[in-house]
């Protein structure tokens, strides 16, 4: 694996084109900057990385698109030592950002497959502080909980009640929420005492969907 200077402009391409779009907390875009993004997919598509394009990863799965990423980030309002929880690890890149800014990250994969390639590649990196789950992210993390923050990266149905519970009170989560085949809302929900929540919506996106249980990987 190699960041080449190649690399670097198209990532500071990537940034201007974010900032275009409306883009404006210094440390995402910093994030977007320095986080190697072709690392986190197949290297024979690395150019990709750096395009405003969903990307398929392995495992049927995909890497959100940079600008989804950029404005669920800016949505959730990252302050260095939140304690957030991610819901779809996927290819690591949102862990990476939301750790690289200053969060203690947590994030819960259910395919056991991308949890153990994923888990490596963040070590490669030095992304050592992020806590990598395989579980069901409809469970949460009782364990870890309350988080400040909840970001879920598939498209529910509802919104998980666990997940409401393990959110500490100020906290927000942010959660596209609809019918997979269809495009889902974008939602930010913040909780205003241990039982009442208030909620805003952010436009229409299209995302993987929330799909429940552990997916163990299959003998070889
Ligand atoms: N955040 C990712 C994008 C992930 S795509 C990234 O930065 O690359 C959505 C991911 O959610 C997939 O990897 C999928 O396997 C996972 N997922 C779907 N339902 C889940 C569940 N119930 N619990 C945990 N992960 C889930």
Known sequence: MQDSYIHKG????LVKLLQNKGITDQRILDGFERIPRHFFIDQAF???????????IDADQTISQPYTVAF??????????????????????????LAFMGAKT???????????KTG????????DQIRLLLGDGFEGSPRFAPFDKIIVTAGAESVPQKLLEQLAVGGRMIIPVGDHNDVLKMKRITKTSPNSFSEENF??????????GVERMKPQ
């Open 72 to 97: 669920m980030t800016h949505l959730l309002d990252v302050k260095i030592g939140d304690k957030i929880l991610e819901i779809g690890t996927g290819s690591g890149f949102q862990a990476a950002l």
């Open 203 to 212: 436009g229409n996106f299209k995302f993987v969907p929330f799909l429940p």
């Open 10 to 13: 198209l990532r500071k391409q």
């Open 46 to 56: 690395a150019e990709w990385a750096y395009k405003d394009v969903p990307f398929k």
């Open 106 to 116: 947590y994030t819960i994969e259910r395919q056991e497959a991308l949890y153990i």
């Open 120 to 127: 490596k590649l963040l070590h490669k990196l030095g992304f």
